[in-house]
């Protein structure tokens, strides 16, 4: 009898990571407010070097989109503003626009969902123009600790194949891949990695960017 208890305690011990994996519900699409913010550090990994700590701030709401000021987290100089879509996907960079956005996530987010979408996207300053084919995939919650603390998170795997309109040249054709954890809790990613290959498949960016401090309005 004692050794039959032992098993039936063992197996409860065991299931309970599963049931624990279990215990999430599809994510549904962030609700970004005016004021909500995200500080970011970024990294140069190619380089092994740290760089900027900017903050992305929510200024408005509309129809449009997710208006967003990205400053210098020190300073609180502004740096550019941009545009996401109402699921936080890019839309305007910048120096880069993107029709209809990147398509980052596609929600509700839960382990196994992909998706694939096509853009374009602009330069306006270079007068360049690529077409991205874009395939996502949610693959699991992942429990991560980054500088603002720890968070259940998805991870998140994106690639995106993209090729310049530019004739009879290969110069701004590549692979890009972002993996990037999304947290409920944040309404944002609290991890990002990013990797840029060229047309010959040679690894030319590698960088991310990690969560250091968060306000939800």
Same mark, same amino acid.
């Given at each position: 009898?004692?050794?039959?208890?032992?098993?039936?305690?063992?197996?409860?011990?065991?299931?309970?990571?599963?049931?624990?994996?279990?215990?999430?519900?599809?994510? #549904?699409? &962030?609700?970004?407010?005016?004021?909500?913010?995200? $500080?970011?550090?970024?990294? +140069?990994?190619? @380089?092994?070097? /740290?760089?900027?700590?900017?903050?992305?701030?929510?200024?408005?709401?509309?129809?449009?989109?997710?208006?967003?000021?990205?400053?210098?987290?020190?300073?609180?100089?502004?740096?550019?503003?941009?545009?996401?879509?109402?699921?936080?996907?890019?839309?305007?960079?910048?120096?880069?626009?993107?029709?209809?956005?990147?398509?980052?996530? #596609?929600? &509700?987010?839960?382990?196994?969902?992909?998706?694939? $979408?096509?853009?374009?996207? +602009?330069?306006? @300053?270079?007068? /360049?123009?690529?077409?991205?084919?874009?395939?996502?995939?949610?693959?699991?919650?992942?429990?991560?600790?980054?500088?603002?603390?720890?968070?259940?998170?998805?991870?998140?795997?994106?690639?995106?194949?993209?090729?310049?309109?530019?004739?009879?040249?290969?110069?701004?054709?590549?692979?890009?891949?972002?993996?990037?954890?999304?947290?409920?809790?944040?309404?944002?990613?609290?991890?990002?990695?990013?990797?840029?290959?060229?047309?010959?498949?040679?690894?030319?960016?590698?960088?991310?960017?990690?969560?250091?401090?968060?306000?939800?309005?």
């Amino acid at each position: 009898m004692a050794t039959r208890n032992y098993l039936a305690v063992l197996g409860l011990i065991l299931a309970a990571p599963c049931a624990l994996a279990d215990d999430h519900s599809p994510v #549904a699409a &962030p609700a970004p407010a005016v004021g909500d913010s995200w $500080t970011y550090q970024y990294t +140069d990994v190619w @380089k092994g070097a /740290k760089g900027n700590l900017n903050r992305m701030e929510v200024t408005g709401v509309d129809a449009a989109g997710v208006h967003v000021d990205i400053k210098r987290a020190a300073s609180g100089a502004l740096l550019t503003r941009q545009l996401f879509s109402a699921e936080m996907n890019p839309i305007d960079r910048g120096a880069m626009h993107f029709a209809p956005s990147f398509a980052r996530y #596609a929600f &509700p987010l839960e382990p196994g969902k992909e998706w694939s $979408t096509d853009a374009t996207a +602009d330069n306006p @300053k270079s007068g /360049k123009h690529w077409r991205y084919r874009i395939k996502g995939k949610v693959l699991n919650w992942e429990k991560i600790t980054v500088a603002a603390g720890e968070f259940e998170a998805l991870k998140v795997e994106v690639q995106a194949l993209y090729n310049g309109e530019e004739p009879n040249s290969p110069g701004g054709s590549g692979q890009l891949t972002e993996t990037l954890w999304f947290a409920p809790a944040v309404n944002n990613f609290v991890k990002l990695d990013y990797r840029d290959t060229d047309w010959n498949g040679r690894i030319f960016n590698r960088d991310s960017w990690e969560l250091t401090a968060f306000v939800r309005k």
